[in-house]
Structure formats: structure tokens, C-alpha cells
């Protein structure tokens, strides 16, 4: 059972206009969450994270918003750009796991338009 | 700026066959995780090392796959034999610390291995 799901496989914006991409998680142990960016042909790429005793980070034009009550995060874009489209990627970091590897999401396709 | 650098970027291979992925962390990068990306998901967890030792190998298919790091620097993953269903992006990241923090433990991700099996 997924327990990061990015419910939208796509989004489409016009450049200048505000992005938000959404992510849920059912796993109430989370303590991180991380936002990636990945290009065709490319690793992902870290963008923006967030601590759970946190409800917003801002950096920049990138600013992600945790509603722990809702189990959902949001990250917003603002303006967009071209350079921008991508497929994004929520994560989700669970202390007292054997390791300390991610719990990715399927990942949302962001597509600007100049 | 440092970068993870995979090895080879595509591989195509026949069914039964083995095949060998290399990665070089960003030096001083204790931690080195595999992950596979399948077409239309997210990454998933293979292994994880902590310098030369496995940390967490629970989702790993230890009957074809094996990863080793070991003189805690480089690492390989291996598949024999390669099954259609391990067609795949392989992607590579290391980290700074063993202990997610928000300053120190950011993954970063290699640009991946691209495995075809025909």
C-alpha cells in the first residue's frame, strides 16, 4: 500500500501564474518531507524540504505547506517559469526505520506554458 | 560542483543475462543508496550502505540481486540472471550522514542507469 501518493499525474500552468502540486502520506510517523525535482535524462534533484513540527518553508519562489491534521503536504511555485516543467516528486522520511532511505511518491508531471 | 557518477548511463541485455551497475559517490559521503525507478513511479529503496556495511537490504531480490561497497567508497549492483520485469531506471545517491537532518542529509541522486531487458 502506497503511503506517499501524489494523486495528480500532471499539471499544467502558464508561465507567471501560481503551481501547486499536492502530496498525501497515511503514515503518521513521517518525520521529514522533501520535495525533488527531476528533469528527462536527469537524477532527481532536492528542492525544498519541510520538518513534520513545521507547517511552511519558503525558499525563494518555492514554498511548501504541511497540514499534519490532513496528512497532506503542498508544495507552491509562484511565479512559474518554462524552466520549471518537470516531474516532481513528494518524499517522506520515517525515524527508527533501519535505514534512512525516502518514501517517494509516483510523481507529478509540471508542464509551464510561455 | 561534486556529482554522483553512475555507470553505464543505457544497457541493454538479453533475458539470463548478467549485468553490473557502477556508482561513485560524492567523496566523503559515508552514506550510498540504490534505488530503481520503474516507468511511471516513484524511486524505490534497493539497498543502503553505511560506508562498506548494509544498513537495509529488505526490499533487495536476493536470489538475482547483490550490492557490495566495499571499501566504503564506490559500489556495484548486480543482477544474474536479468529478468524482463527488471527493465528500470538504477539510480545511485549518497549522502553526508547516516542520520536525516534537514542541513546534512540530503540525497543526491546520480542521473541512473537505464536497464532494458529484451
Known amino acids: 500500500d502506497q503511503q506517499v501518493k501524489q494523486n495528480s499525474p500532471s499539471l499544467s500552468v502558464q508561465e507567471g501564474r501560481i503551481s501547486i502540486l499536492n502530496c498525501d502520506y497515511t503514515n503518521s510517523m513521517f518525520d521529514y518531507f522533501l520535495w525533488y525535482k527531476k528533469y528527462p535524462a536527469e537524477g532527481p534533484t532536492f528542492l525544498i524540504s519541510i520538518s513534520s513540527i513545521k507547517d511552511k518553508n519558503e525558499d525563494g519562489r518555492f514554498t511548501v505547506f504541511l497540514n499534519k491534521s490532513a496528512k497532506h503536504l503542498s508544495l507552491h511555485i509562484v511565479p512559474s517559469q518554462p524552466g520549471d516543467s518537470a516531474v516532481y516528486f513528494c518524499?517522506?522520511?520515517?525515524?527508527?526505520?533501519?535505514?534512512?532511505?525516502?518514501?517517494f511518491g509516483k510523481g507529478t508531471t509540471l508542464s509551464v506554458s510561455s | 560542483e561534486a556529482e554522483v557518477a553512475q555507470s553505464p548511463r543505457y544497457k541493454i541485455t538479453e533475458k539470463s543475462q548478467a549485468v553490473a551497475f557502477w556508482c561513485d559517490p560524492i567523496?566523503?559521503?559515508?552514506?550510498l543508496y540504490w534505488y530503481r525507478q520503474i516507468l511511471g513511479q516513484g524511486p524505490e529503496l534497493l539497498v543502503q550502505f553505511q560506508d562498506e556495511s548494509v544498513v537495509d537490504d529488505s526490499q533487495l531480490p536476493k536470489d538475482r540481486f547483490s550490492a557490495e561497497r566495499l571499501k566504503g567508497v564506490d559500489s556495484t549492483l548486480k543482477i544474474q540472471p536479468a529478468e524482463l520485469g527488471d527493465s528500470a531506471m538504477y539510480l545511485c545517491a549518497s549522502s553526508s550522514t547516516g542520520r536525516l537532518s534537514l542541513a546534512k542529509n540530503i540525497q543526491y541522486f546520480g542521473a541512473g542507469t537505464r536497464l532494458s531487458v529484451l
Open positions: 518524499a517522506a522520511s520515517e525515524p527508527g526505520r533501519a535505514g534512512t532511505a525516502l518514501i
Open positions: 567523496s566523503g559521503h559515508a552514506t
